[in-house]
Every structure is written in C-alpha cells, then in structure tokens.
C-alpha cells in the first residue's frame, strides 16, 4: 500500500496543483482539433491553382463563380432541397405526435414507440439503409423521389423527437388546467396554451431535421437510382471520381447552412436540448 | 405521400367567409374543431389512435418491416424471391476473407471508441469542472457534428494527403513527410474526428448530473484527485460512459465511408463489403446476410451495454 502510494502520491499533488491548466489545453487543444479541419476547408476554398495543393499561391474567389455557374452542382442543391423541404414538414408532423403522444398518453405499446422513435439512431446506417432499398425497391417498387423522401422521413423522426419530446414533458400542465377553467375547451387550450410554449422546441426539432435532411447521405446512396444525386450524393461522387476545386466551395455552403440552421436552432431553445445529438 | 389526415382540414366553405374577420373564420374552424375534440375525448382509444398511429405505423412499415425483410431476403439464393437458401450466411462464415474483414472491423471500431471515449471524457470533464462558458464550449464541440460527413472526411484528405496541410507544414518546420492519408491511422483519426462531438455529450450529461458535494467529501476523506476520479467520479458517470461508447462503437463497426476515402486498399471494412454488394456486385441477399451479421453484432454489444446500465432508450425522456 505504502509502495503504492509512493508512486501515486507526487501523481496525486501533480494532479492537483495543475488540474485547471490541464483542463485548459484539453479544451483548447481539442476543439482546435474539431475547427482547424474545417478552417482548412474555407481556406482552401479561396485558393488558386486548384483541387489539394498547399499552400495555395494566391486567393481567389474564382472558384465561388464557377460553382454558381455549375449547373450540376446547382441541379443537387435544387434536389435536395425537394426532398429536404417536405421531409422536414412530415418529420415535424410525426415528432410532435409522438412526443405529444408520449407525454399525455398511457396506451398499449407506448413504449414501443419510444423505442421505435430511437431505434434509427442506433441501428447502423448501412444495415437500415440495405433494409430499405430491399422492401422500398424491391418489394415495395416505390418511385426514387418518394423511396428517398420516406428515407429522410426516417432518419429525422428521432432526432425531431428527441429535441421536440422534452419541451412537452417540461411543459407545466397546470397552464392547460387553467385555461380549461377558465372556459376554453381543449381545441383552444391546444392552440392558445399548448402550441406557443411548445412552439420553440417543435422549431427547433424542424431545422435539426432540416440540417440532417440537407446533409443526409448514407439512405440516399442506397435508396436512390443513379439520376438527379442530392449534393451529398454529389459531393461524394465528385470526391471518388473526380475532384474539382469546386469541392471545397460545396463544403462551404454545406457549413453555412449546419452552421446557421444549429445557431438558429440554440437561440430559441437551450444547447443542451440540441446537444443530445 | 404518408401524411397525418388530422389537424390539416382547411376549412373547405372558406369562399363564404371572405366578409368575415379573422376572428369569425377561425371560429368556424374552432367550431368544427371542437365538435371533433369532444367526440374523441368521449373515445380516448380512438384518440390516442388518432395521434400515436400514424407515426407509429410509418416507423412500424419505413423501418421495422424493412429490417424484418431484410431478414427473409437474406435466406434468399442469388435475389429477392430466389430459393430458400443458408447458402449467404455459409458462404460469409466459412470465407477466411470475411472473417478477416470482421475481424479488423471489430480492431478498428474498438481501437477509435477507445479513443474517442478518453478524449471525450477528458474534454467533457473539463468543461463541467473547471469551465464557466459551457454553453460557448458545448456549442463549439457540436458544431462540427452538424455538418456533412462527407465534408468532414475530405477536410482530412486535405490535410493528410502527401504534400497535403500536414506534411507541407512539417516541410516547413524541416521534419519529414508523413504522408497519412490511405493508412489505418487516417481512418482512425477520421472515425475519432467525426464521432467525438457524440461521445462528449452522453459524458457531459452525466457529469453536469453529478453530485459535486461527492468529490468533495471524497476529498475531505484524503483522497487525491486521481483517487477520487477512479473511485467517485468514474463509477458515477457510467451509465453516460456506456452511453457514449455504444454511439461510437456501433456506427464505426457499420460504416463504410471513413474507410472508403481515408483507408487504403488494405483497409476494408465490413460496411464496404456490403456497399459492394449493393453498388457493383448486386448480390442483394448476400448484402443482406452481411446486414444480419453487423445487426448481430450490435445487438450484443446493446445487451453487454443494457446490462452495464447505459440508459440509451430513455435519452431524451424521462431524464429531462
């Protein structure tokens, strides 16, 4: 024992003489780790003499121009968002019944459909994506764009749910209780009390969705047939088969939109709701 | 298109509200609405139904009934609706090939949740005890995650490739090239660079849920920050350790992207095997079996994990 704490005693007051400054570089050395690749990729996207070559000569904006005059660049975009948009309408519809389900009934297999609201999360994206195209395309013959829309539908709902379900079982019934007493019937309370509280949480469980619809590759690449690729389908081409300089731009506009989509997702709702993944 | 047929009905008589004010027209609605509440609430079975069905019944049909044909499938010869057949799951277990794929598939997932989960638990044990701007700093670290997979992967082409950022600033500083990208160490630096921002979370959660009065009778007692780590801190977060590790390990062992543009030819992974199957070899069952074979495996680890008490499906209920 004493041998032991030979050894660990000076560990111990090492420890503890420097635990703050200790905690510093970890915090700063890793979230160095998480944005330096990201700074690369903006960087990069300024840099002249084209596709992986640093340091770059000089900067330019000429990339940026030849994106926006990229029509198969513009095309994707212009896919996704129509497979984007009304998936996120879908997922905000069925998270705000789940959740609203969750919270206020007691019902057979209501804990079922908690499960199944997680279970997307956890199952490998691969497997459920294989499971897909399987009964999507082959049992079910679903046509690409509704095949790829229900896909998204899927890979959202949980994510939605997970942000939507706390502000519901937060949510102080007794306002409910009052606004009954006080006449309104539950329709009314339902779109006077209810809604506008619960509101910020449905909001923000819509633009995770959207983020996630926007960057959703996994069930795409295996749901879809060759035409039209979403831009993550794009992207992904563009990578394996040929990179353009245009790459690095792409991945600039993929970032604006995460960026401001979690940014305005925060403001109306706390971090750590959008925290849980 | 599945879409729930409740709550939408716009009022269909709208053309003989057109004179009437805002509040007229929505008491119409209001009117209809609430003969309709007050016919379910007289039915609560038909009104649960009304709301937990349709999600209920899209996941049930767009997610377990797939996952169950899969399964058939997978008993298929050469295509859906072939012959029933052992043959995918024979041909998988006696090919020395696939097994060493599983095998480094399994090195490799553990080797990344090993150091995402130290990384992780460094980091969010840093932020709860000894940071004030933890909402800054929980932002920074889940940022990232929000963005394109894909992007974040060609990031660390970028910078690992040879004459990439890396080894052009190692030039720089008169070191040697290393030349990263396409090695085992690429792929793990990429699975630890897309997955940390998830483990750090489950980690926070529950040490921001942690009694801060413990450490500190921990210490009253003589025990030393190391000490009281392993024996206070530690065992009290599990369930957010297990938590963290499952949502790593898991994913790493089905993924077929990091590999695919990080790893080099001698780096496949399992996930890679069934992309093929479905990209260029189009051995649908085959892919299927293989699918089987992943799900069997993180089956197991969810009930190695559900035994070590991570609360994975509760994350997001009731704790909050």
């Keep these: 024992m004493s041998a032991i704490d030979r050894v660990t005693d000076p560990l111990e007051r090492f420890t503890q003489a420097h635990a703050a400054r200790m905690a510093a570089a970890v915090i700063v050395s890793v979230i160095a780790f998480l944005w330096l690749p990201i700074g690369v990729l903006v960087f990069m996207s300024f840099a002249d003499g084209g596709v992986l070559s640093f340091p770059p000569d000089e900067l330019t904006l000429r990339w940026y121009r030849e994106f926006l005059t990229n029509d198969a660049a513009i095309d994707a975009i212009v896919t996704t968002l129509t497979i984007s948009i009304p998936a996120t309408g879908i997922t905000v519809a069925l998270s705000t019944m789940i959740a609203y389900a969750i919270d206020r009934y007691v019902f ?16 490998p994206l691969v497997v459920t994506g294989v499971a897909m195209v399987l009964f999507f395309k082959g049992t079910l013959g679903l046509p690409d764009y509704v095949a790829v829309v229900i896909a998204h ?58 983020t996630l619809s926007f960057n959703e590759f996994v069930y795409t690449y295996f749901v879809k047939g060759s035409g039209d690729p979403t831009l993550p389908v794009y992207i992904w081409n563009q990578i394996r088969y040929n990179v353009t300089p245009e790459v690095n731009v792409i991945s600039v506009v993929f970032l604006a939109v995460a960026v401001s989509m979690v940014l305005a997702a925060v403001s109306i709702t706390r971090v750590e709701l959008i925290a849980q993944r | ?31 209809r609405m609430s003969g309709l509440t007050t016919y379910l609430r007289e039915r609560p079975r038909l009104r649960t139904l009304a709301i937990a069905g349709p999600p209920y019944g899209i996941l049930v049909l767009f997610f377990a009934i797939p996952l169950l044909a899969m399964l058939v499938v997978s008993f298929q010869a050469d295509q859906i609706g072939g012959a029933w057949t052992l043959h995918n799951y024979t041909d998988f277990l006696t090919s020395e090939t696939y097994l060493t794929v599983v095998w480094r598939t399994f090195l490799i997932s553990v080797q990344v949740t090993a150091i995402v989960a130290a990384v992780g638990y460094a980091l ?107 024996s206070v801190t530690l065992p009290m977060t599990i369930n ?81």
Excluded at chain 1, 112 to 123: D, N, S, Y
Excluded at chain 2, 1 to 22: I, R, Y
Excluded at chain 2, 145 to 153: C, D, E, G, L, V
């Design chain 2, 1 to 31: 298109m599945p879409e729930s047929p409740s709550s939408t009905d716009e009022p269909a008589d709208g053309s003989g509200d057109e004179l009437a004010t805002d509040g007229g027209s929505t008491a119409g609605v209001d009117g």
């Design chain 1, 153 to 210: 539908v899927i890979r959202t709902v949980p994510f939605a749910t997970l942000v939507i379900l706390p502000t519901f079982l937060s949510f102080d019934r007794g306002l409910e209780e009052a606004s009954k007493d006080l006449g309104a019937d539950e329709f009314e309370t339902f779109r006077q009390v209810t809604l506008p509280n619960v509101f910020p949480g449905v909001v923000a469980g819509g633009l995770l969705a959207f």
């Design chain 2, 124 to 230: 969010a044990y840093s932020i709860v005890r000894f940071s004030r701007r933890t909402t800054l700093l929980l932002l920074l670290v889940i940022l990232p995650f929000w963005t394109s997979y894909i992007i974040r992967m060609y990031a660390w082409i970028n910078i690992l490739q040879s004459d990439g950022v890396l080894d052009s600033l190692l030039d720089l500083a008169g070191l040697p090239a290393l030349g990263l990208l396409y090695t085992d160490t690429a792929v793990l630096i990429g699975f630890t660079y897309v997955w940390l921002p998830l483990a750090v979370l489950p980690f926070y959660a529950s040490l921001t849920n942690l009694d801060g009065d413990l450490i500190e009778a921990s210490k009253d007692l003589g025990a030393g920050p190391i000490r009281t780590f392993l």
């Design chain 1, 108 to 123: 057979p297999g209501r804990s079922w459909l908690q499960l199944l609201a997680t279970l997307p999360i956890i199952v």
């Design chain 2, 240 to 320: 957010g350790v297990v938590t963290g590790i499952v949502l790593v390990f898991i994913p790493t062992f089905g993924s077929f992207i990091t590999p695919r543009l990080l790893g080099g030819t001698n780096n496949i992974m399992i996930g890679m095997v069934i992309e093929n199957q479905f990209k260029s070899a189009f051995n649908w069952p085959f892919g299927a079996a293989i699918g089987m074979v992943i799900s069997v495996v993180v089956v197991a680890l969810l009930v190695v994990a559900m035994r070590l008490g991570g609360g994975l499906f509760g994350a997001g209920g009731e704790t909050a």
